[in-house]
Structure formats: structure tokens, C-alpha cells
């Protein structure tokens, strides 16, 4: 096997340096020979051994060696270290802003609906008062207007019995009711002198009544606590102050100029009867209140 003078010479320069091109890995160095009709350059690759590469020739035989070693893996192998840090800080960074992101968005959504139910219950509590108030206020309208209709019943009822009434003072027994009445009359006001007020229609009918009513007292007061008594009881001269029509019939008895008196007409009988007997009336007019 031949070699050619290149390799002879590239052999030779190898075995020339020895420990030199050993001891040059980590730096770069020139050497310098004479008599060398090829200058070389020695190139480290950051991967490979060491080796030679010829440039030029010189004319004249004088030849200069460079050797030069490419920088060391440390810096590389460093940047890529470097790199590789921070694109896992980076990495990192972004995972973790990721994370705090979802984490903020779930929170504001979290607590964007705990607005939207809290705001939705306040509408419907506010709605569902709203509608008791309505209701309420439906039921009070028909109450009112069911006691305003019942009362127009009461009333009717005391219109009619009133009406009743009024046939009643027409009637055969009115007079012997009227002097009933004024004999009721003077045993309730306790007074001598005594003026009675009855309708104009009535007049006559108790001056023909009046001696025979005085005459019951007299002897009703001496019957239970034995004293006599000679009352006065006249009858009201002034027209003017006749008790009215809606009166229906009976009398008033006043005394001490008015101070006294007492109502004994067949309309404040009724409405004393119409008040006892209201509950037994409702009662018999609307028996769902039971």
C-alpha cells in the first residue's frame, strides 16, 4: 500500500508535535516550521478528533505550520443548557399563567353566578311579595266589598221591618201600644213634669190614651214601692217639633227642659232589637261564617 507525500508529510507532522497538538485541545495555537512546502491548519470539531488541512504552498520552502483548534464543547453544551433552562422557565411561566388564568376565570364565573342566582332570588322574593301584596289586596277589595253588600242586606232588612212597622201604627192595637209606650216611658225618665213628643198624626190618638196611661203609672209606682204620685205630663203643642215619618209610630218623652229624654219610638225599638239580635241575624243571613 502506497502513500502519497501528503500523508507522508501530514504522518510526519503528527509525530513532530506529539504532546504539543495534545496539550492545544482546549485553546488555539500556531506552529511555526521551516523547510515545509505546505502550511496546515489544525481544525477541532466540536464531535471529531483533530485534523489537518493544507492551504497553500510556499515558493520558497519555507512553510509555515498553523494549527488551529475550534472553540470547546463547554460553551455549547452551556448555551444549551441555557436554552434549555429557559424554555423550561418558560414553560413553567406559562403553565403557571395558564393555571392562575382558568383558576381567576373560574372564580369570576363562580362568582358571576352566585350574582345572577342571588340577583334572581331577590327578583323572585320581590315578586312573590309583590303578588302576596296583590293578593292581599284582592282580598281585602272583595271583603270590603262582601261587608258593604251585607250591610246593604242589614239595611234593606230594617227597611223592610220599618215598612212593617209603619202597617203596624195603622193597625186596631196602636192605640193601646201607645199608651203602653208612655207608660214604659215614665217609669224609665223618673220625673214629674214630663212632655211628650209623638208624630202629628198621633195626637189625637194620645190625648184620647193619655188620662188612662197616667192612671197605669200612678198605680204601678204605688203598687211596688207604695208612694202616690201626681205627675204632669202634657203633650208637645209645637207642631214643628213632631217626630218625623221615619219614626214609624210611638213616642219621646223629655224632662228638666230637655235635659232628660227619652226615645220610645217604634224606630229606636227596632234598632235596639236590630243590635241585640245582630249575631242571631247574621247568623240566619250567612251561615258560611260558622
Known amino acids: 500500500m502506497t502513500h502519497s507525500p501528503l500523508a507522508a508529510e501530514l504522518s510526519g507532522v503528527r509525530g513532530a508535535l506529539g504532546i504539543e497538538l495534545l496539550s492545544a485541545v482546549t485553546k488555539p495555537f500556531q506552529v511555526e516550521r521551516s523547510h515545509w512546502p505546505y502550511t496546515f491548519g489544525l481544525v477541532l470539531s466540536p464531535c471529531r478528533s483533530p485534523f489537518l488541512v493544507p492551504f497553500f504552498l510556499t515558493n520558497d520552502f519555507i512553510c509555515s505550520l498553523s494549527v488551529s483548534f475550534a472553540p470547546s464543547c463547554r460553551p455549547h ?17 406559562r403553565v403557571k399563567t395558564e393555571h392562575d388564568f382558568n383558576l381567576e376565570k373560574q372564580t369570576l364565573v363562580h362568582e358571576a353566578k352566585l350574582n345572577v342566582q342571588e340577583e334572581f332570588q331577590k327578583k323572585e322574593k320581590d315578586h312573590e311579595i309583590q303578588e302576596r301584596i296583590a293578593r292581599s289586596a284582592e282580598i281585602g277589595e272583595c271583603r270590603v266589598k262582601k261587608m258593604k253588600v251585607r250591610d246593604d242586606l242589614l239595611k234593606n232588612l230594617i227597611d ?17 201600644l201607645l199608651q203602653k209606650l208612655i207608660v214604659q216611658g215614665l217609669i224609665k225618665i223618673e220625673e214629674n213634669d214630663v212632655t211628650i213628643y209623638c208624630r202629628g198624626e198621633d195626637v189625637a190618638t194620645i190625648k184620647s190614651i193619655l188620662p188612662a196611661a197616667i192612671k197605669e203609672y200612678v198605680g204601678l209606682i204605688e203598687k211596688e214601692a207604695g208612694v202616690k204620685l201626681s205627675p204632669n205630663v202634657t203633650i208637645n203643642a209645637n207642631r214643628e217639633k213632631d217626630l218625623p215619618e221615619s219614626s214609624y209610630g210611638g213616642v219621646t218623652l223629655t224632662a228638666i227642659d230637655g235635659k232628660i229624654v227619652c226615645d220610645n219610638t217604634m224606630a229606636s225599638r227596632l234598632n235596639l232589637v236590630y243590635s241585640e239580635l245582630l249575631p242571631a241575624i247574621r247568623a240566619l243571613l250567612f251561615p258560611e261564617e260558622q
Open 77 to 93: 453544551r452551556q448555551v444549551n443548557f441555557i436554552l434549555q433552562e429557559a424554555h423550561e422557565k418558560a414553560n413553567e411561566i
Open 160 to 176: 223592610e221591618a220599618g215598612q212593617k212597622l209603619a202597617m203596624v201604627a195603622r193597625g186596631q192595637n196602636y192605640p193601646h
